[in-house]
């Protein structure tokens, strides 16, 4: 079955700073890999979503690239803030297994 | 649409009592899921409904959960009798589809169990 593995499980930045959180899938059957972002005390919520047939996605702030040759694909923001501190993950479905699968996830942290 | 609803928010209960959790999906969702989030393990789906049918219940840990979708708007989790390695925050999520749709997840039920 699908399997995901997520990088780095912590990651802190500065204020201001890029944020790049790297996931990595096994299924090359799978075509939909969304990114939850998971605040204290809250269930995750989905941020993005990319297909297989698109290599990237920008939404302000936030772009996900996908490489489905090497079965990766990574989220990407920008200009961080203090209010982007959360848990993040990341997904992949439309393998054999059908369901999401999600990685085990990052912490991010932002320092103001 | 008020989202996924889900009750209690918190439940603590005494090892061995019965707990039942409630979940409300989205109007219109065809797919319902359970997730369990621990700190060890992270998010672990448990079981997920199709069209009310259960699809998927390899992630139930033993014979002590169940879960049921006696109709389109509503799914309880139980766990009869309850052990102190229960305690989790559980979630529920509904989607339009299993596979290649995001999944909008409810708030969760922190249950605890002394």
């Known amino acids: 079955g699908e399997n995901v593995e997520q990088h780095p499980s912590t990651l802190s930045v500065q204020e201001g700073d890029s944020a790049v959180i790297k996931c990595t899938y096994s299924?090359?059957?799978?075509?939909?890999f969304p990114w939850y972002k998971q605040e204290l005390g809250k269930g995750p919520q989905l941020i993005i979503d990319i297909r297989s047939n698109v290599g990237e996605k920008k939404d302000q702030r936030i772009a996900v690239t996908l490489n489905k040759t090497a079965k990766h694909f990574s989220l990407h923001i920008t200009e961080t803030q203090p209010e982007d501190s959360a848990v993040y993950f990341c997904a992949a479905s439309g393998g054999s297994q059908g369901n999401l699968i999600f990685g085990k996830g990052t912490k991010l942290s932002v320092k103001p | 649409d008020a989202g996924v609803i889900q009750s209690p928010r918190h439940e603590v209960t005494e090892m061995g009592q019965e707990v039942t959790l409630r979940c409300k999906p989205i109007?219109?969702?065809?797919?319902l899921f359970w997730y369990r989030q621990t700190m060890m393990r992270g998010l672990e789906l448990l079981i997920y409904f199709n069209n009310n049918v259960p699809i998927d219940d390899s992630g139930m840990p033993e014979d002590r959960f169940s879960a049921k979708m006696p109709n389109a708007s509503f799914s309880t989790l139980k766990i009869q009798p309850s052990e102190p390695r229960d305690s989790a925050v559980y979630f529920c999520a509904s989607s339009f589809s299993a596979e290649n749709y995001g999944y909008t997840f409810g708030s969760g039920t922190r249950l605890t169990v002394v």
């Open positions: 109007s219109g969702h065809n797919s």
């Open positions: 299924d090359s059957a799978s075509n939909y």
